[in-house]
């Protein structure tokens, strides 16, 4: 075994490889860009050296950098986990003349499925069945459309370097062929710098399932397949093991053909066999055909981690390093993965960046992450969070551990996929197993809807907000009872306006607008009307996320930018708890708008209060001296006549 590596990689992946690592008494060595100075990565690993700039291509594709970092630090391997320089196979070929082993296959087989055609060329050849299509070096758009005619459309034009569902057109009809492939080509040239394509038939209502095989350079096994039909946009979004509906015939069929493929092509470590099957039907021995090799580990690889207890990244490790290849232990129950990541689903799944102000998982369920509370989920990469994973001994048990542990997964600062995920876990047709590519698309206008807060879920952020200004001496809160508190809130963008009384001890009554509710909070619990709910009221300033049902992250306005409307109103309320340094007014004076009316000393600094309205002067509630709760009221104007 190795006694020291290094991680050319970030974020989930690196940590998930460097808890092997530590397992394993491997010490480890981080690298890292400008962005990640303070990642989990780098926190986690022995070493660390920084190799550049934010962007991928002066920092986690300088594979000269890396070299150089794993020679300076004295690792004897790099683990290139997935993305990055981990398929390239110039960076293989230089880390081998650095003297240093390359954890994956070699230069050679990375080559040989680099390419989506020559892939294709390469495994019908060791008698693996290929979608068919034209693959031809002939690239002109007339032949290629000619081709289209014979492969039988639908087709799908790709570029021959794709990947990551990029660089693909789907054309129905010849009459929108030489757009497309127009689009397809500009498209590959700019992200692959290749825009060769092939013509290959589209398979209707296809699933997609993989084969993980293992090989040590000669011989080759494989672990299960997956099942990753749940997609959006050619993007894995779910994905599971073993595949449903997989009979004994089938799946030795499968593995037997990814077997074969890997063999063929003298594979070392973790490899992925991608097919596409028909899936309009039960599976078929003969309904299978191969699209591409993956020659790494993939994303997705807990889900075969979670049915055979192996470590993929164990067995990496010991291959690599010479020892002989484990034995494949026997499938076990089921699992399914689900990816979190910080999106905004409802505004067409865009991605979004923020510091994660709150994050924390169940304990019950395996959750790979790569950001903690505090980090920053940065515009330069994946804004993946982590992939939650959950195991059963069957699917149903394993579908219902991950909403579960999705439904407990808290995540403030940042919107996320959460909602989507867990309406995609309880759709009925995943729940049936009634799988293919286009699920999601065929019910994104139910899956991508937003869950709106009903009353009682803002009611409960109302009684959070009050609690999170430094309310919890409800003692002193309870002389001024009789006062209606306002309390604001800011949902995405609607503004949401609270009156808040309290009754009791830990007991409000809140209204928004006509609805009125009363919350008590007893030993940890939360009840509304009455009823304990299985709610989840979380508060990490300037948020409230209230967890019930969905996940609902509600922003307190800024403090000082809250005066303005808490001044109209008549009651010029404390924006912070703080030192009432002066009050300018008595009882009865007559103020005009704009004139100030005290003076809070909070957070260092002084915050001159001023009257929202004119009016009079009805009761001054604070004096010099006296320390205030955020929301005391200071000084309260007379009613404006009608
Ligand atoms: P990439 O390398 O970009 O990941 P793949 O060739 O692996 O591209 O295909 C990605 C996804 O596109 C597949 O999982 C599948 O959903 C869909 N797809 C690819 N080829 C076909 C095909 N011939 N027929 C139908 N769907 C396909």
Redesign the pocket.
Known sequence: MFSKILIANRGEIACRIMRTCDRLGVRTVAVFSDADAGAQHVAMAGEAVRIGPPAPAESYLRGDAIIEAALSTGAEAIHPGYGFLSENPDFVEAVEAAGLVFIGPSAKAIRAMGL?DAAKEVMEKAGVPV?PDYRGADQDAERLEEAAEVVGYPV?I?AVA???????RLVERAEDFAEALEACRSEAAKAFGNDRVLV????EQ?R?IEVQVFGDGARAVHLYERD?SL?RR?QKVIEEAPAPGMTEEVREAMTGAAVRAAEAIGYAGAGTV?F?VDGSGPLRPDGFWF??MNTRLQVEHPVTEAVTGVDLVEWQLRVASGEVMPDVPPLTGHAVEARLYAEDVPAGFLPATGRLDHLAFPDAIRADSGVRTGDEISPHYDPMIAKVIAHGETRAQALARLERGLSETQVVGTVTNLGFLRRLVRHEDFAAARLD?GLIDRHLETLAVENVPCSRSRSLAIVGAAMQGGMPDFAGFALWAPLERRIDLIWRDEEIEGRLAVLGRDRFEVRIEDARHEIERRQERWFVDGQQVPATVLMVDPWVTVLWGASYGFRIPDPLARGGAEAALGTVEAPMPGLVKAVYVEAGAEVAEGDRLAVLEAMKMEHVLKAGRAGRVAEVLAKAGDQVTAGAPLVRLEDEEQ
């Open positions: 989506k979608v799908l790709k794709g990947g990551g569902g990029k660089g693909m290959e038939k589209f398979i296809p997609h990753c997609q050619h991608e596409i699209m591409e590519t």
